[in-house]
């Protein structure tokens, strides 16, 4: 059962957690957690030796009694003790002291959307285990719409993009309901590693996933649309040799090889507007793609999408924040119900 937004109002706090990130918001407070979604223990102790930005750092550099955890894959927890252990450790002893000493305890969480029932007893677990005696679930469309100033309540079509780390979620959306949705397992994850099998095949050169990001940066500006520079220069190490060396990257490649990661997002773009009624089309051929998530600042994917599709498209304000600031509004109770009452 969805929650009602009258549900959401009695809610303390709301989490959105990500594949790449966790955010909390807490009601009266504003968002006071937008971390990475890793957690660094010792094996030997099975102490939590670090979580966060921290603990990203950490990836792929650590003696072999660190192991660096993510326990929320693909949108869903998959180790629900790790998943609280760091959402404590991010909250810190002030926040959290501050949460438990409501009596009635209540949270939201968001949910990808058709999420399946394991996976939302995940969600609702690991914000029991902060001490939450309710939980409310949130579908991650409608939180992002709402968060990104969509006019969701109104009986207009408003279409969103939710371009998460795993996944990409389209749908159109009107008077506060989805009426088509699509979900597809390919986000900025995908895209980064094309660009990292692009190098290792093309240029025999390894690239660690977290220099991928200096690497879009690089191609940024209007970098992986065809305005950019043609040729980068990216520093990794040889395949063969192990040692270090540059290469100059081809752009115009770069940008064939994550094509095939976005070719999946456009697909649902088409079935979404195919299954969806004449008359909600038409009201988004003026209104276009409204693009939330992290993946949506990957240089150049919203040109991508106005040649693809014909319709114009915006990206929002903040884009990777827009799940739980849209959360956070419903908490606040500053969205007006609409109110579908019996015509007498
Ligand atoms: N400036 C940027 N340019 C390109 N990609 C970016 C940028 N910033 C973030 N990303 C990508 O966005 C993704 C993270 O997006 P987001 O924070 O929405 O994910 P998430 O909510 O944790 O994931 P999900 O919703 O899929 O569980 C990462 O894959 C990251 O590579
Ligand atoms: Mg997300």
Request: charged fraction near 20%.
């Given at each position: 059962m969805?929650a009602?937004?009258?549900?959401?109002r009695?809610?303390?706090?709301?989490v959105d957690?990500?594949?790449?990130?966790t955010r909390?918001?807490?009601k009266?407070?504003?968002?006071v957690?937008?971390q990475?979604s890793v957690a660094?223990m010792n094996?030997r102790t099975g102490a939590?030796?670090?979580?966060?930005?921290?603990a990203?750092k950490?990836?792929?550099?650590?003696?072999?009694y660190i192991?660096?955890?993510?326990?929320?894959?693909?949108?869903?927890?998959v180790?629900?003790?790790?998943?609280?252990r760091m959402?404590r450790?991010?909250l810190?002893d002030?926040?959290?002291r501050a949460l438990?000493?409501k009596?009635?305890?209540?949270?939201?969480?968001c949910t990808?959307?058709?999420a399946?029932?394991?996976?939302q007893?995940a969600?609702?677990?690991t914000?029991?285990?902060l001490g939450?005696?309710r939980?409310e679930?949130?579908?991650?469309?409608i939180?992002?719409?709402?968060?990104?100033g969509l006019?969701v309540?109104?009986?207009?079509?408003?279409?969103?993009?939710?371009c998460?780390?795993?996944?990409?979620?389209?749908a159109v959306?009107?008077l506060?309901?989805?009426?088509?949705?699509e979900?597809v397992?390919?986000?900025g994850?995908?895209v980064?590693?094309?660009i990292v099998q692009h190098?290792r095949h093309?240029?025999?050169?390894m690239?660690p996933?977290q220099?991928?990001r200096?690497?879009?940066l690089?191609?940024?500006g209007?970098?992986l649309?065809?305005h950019?520079?043609?040729a980068t220069e990216?520093h990794g190490?040889?395949?063969?040799t192990?040692l270090?060396?540059?290469?100059?990257?081809?752009?115009?490649a770069?940008?064939?090889?994550?094509?095939?990661?976005?070719?999946?997002?456009?697909?649902?773009?088409?079935?979404?507007?195919?299954?969806c009624?004449p008359d909600?089309?038409a009201d988004?051929?003026d209104?276009?793609?409204m693009?939330?998530?992290g993946s949506a600042?990957?240089?150049?994917?919203d040109?991508m999408?106005r040649?693809?599709?014909s319709?114009?498209?915006?990206?929002?304000?903040?884009?990777?924040?827009c799940a739980?600031?849209?959360?956070?509004t419903m908490l606040?109770g500053?969205v007006?119900?609409?109110?579908l009452?019996p015509?007498?």
């Amino acid at each position: 059962m969805p929650a009602t937004l009258e549900q959401l109002r009695r809610c303390h706090f709301a989490v959105d957690l990500g594949a790449a990130r966790t955010r909390v918001y807490v009601k009266g407070t504003g968002l006071v957690v937008d971390q990475p979604s890793v957690a660094a223990m010792n094996t030997r102790t099975g102490a939590l030796i670090a979580v966060g930005e921290l603990a990203e750092k950490m990836t792929g550099r650590t003696p072999d009694y660190i192991r660096v955890v993510r326990p929320v894959s693909g949108g869903t927890v998959v180790d629900i003790e790790m998943a609280q252990r760091m959402l404590r450790h991010l909250l810190g002893d002030k926040m959290r002291r501050a949460l438990r000493r409501k009596p009635f305890l209540r949270g939201a969480v968001c949910t990808p959307h058709n999420a399946d029932p394991l996976a939302q007893r995940a969600a609702i677990e690991t914000l029991v285990g902060l001490g939450s005696r309710r939980v409310e679930l949130v579908d991650t469309l409608i939180a992002a719409a709402v968060g990104c100033g969509l006019p969701v309540e109104q009986p207009e079509a408003s279409m969103i993009m939710v371009c998460g780390a795993a996944a990409t979620e389209v749908a159109v959306l009107s008077l506060g309901n989805i009426v088509t949705a699509e979900r597809v397992r390919v986000g900025g994850e995908a895209v980064d590693h094309a660009i990292v099998q692009h190098l290792r095949h093309e240029h025999e050169l390894m690239l660690p996933s977290q220099n991928v990001r200096p690497l879009q940066l690089a191609l940024s500006g209007n970098g992986l649309t065809s305005h950019g520079p043609a040729a980068t220069e990216i520093h990794g190490r040889d395949v063969c040799t192990g040692l270090a060396r540059s290469v100059l990257v081809d752009t115009a490649a770069v940008r064939d090889a994550i094509q095939t990661p976005l070719t999946a997002v456009l697909d649902s773009i088409g079935k979404v507007l195919r299954d969806c009624p004449p008359d909600l089309v038409a009201d988004l051929a003026d209104r276009g793609i409204m693009m939330v998530g992290g993946s949506a600042l990957l240089p150049g994917f919203d040109d991508m999408l106005r040649q693809a599709t014909s319709m114009p498209v915006h990206i929002a304000e903040r884009p990777d924040v827009c799940a739980v600031q849209g959360l956070g509004t419903m908490l606040e109770g500053r969205v007006e119900p609409l109110e579908l009452d019996p015509v007498t």
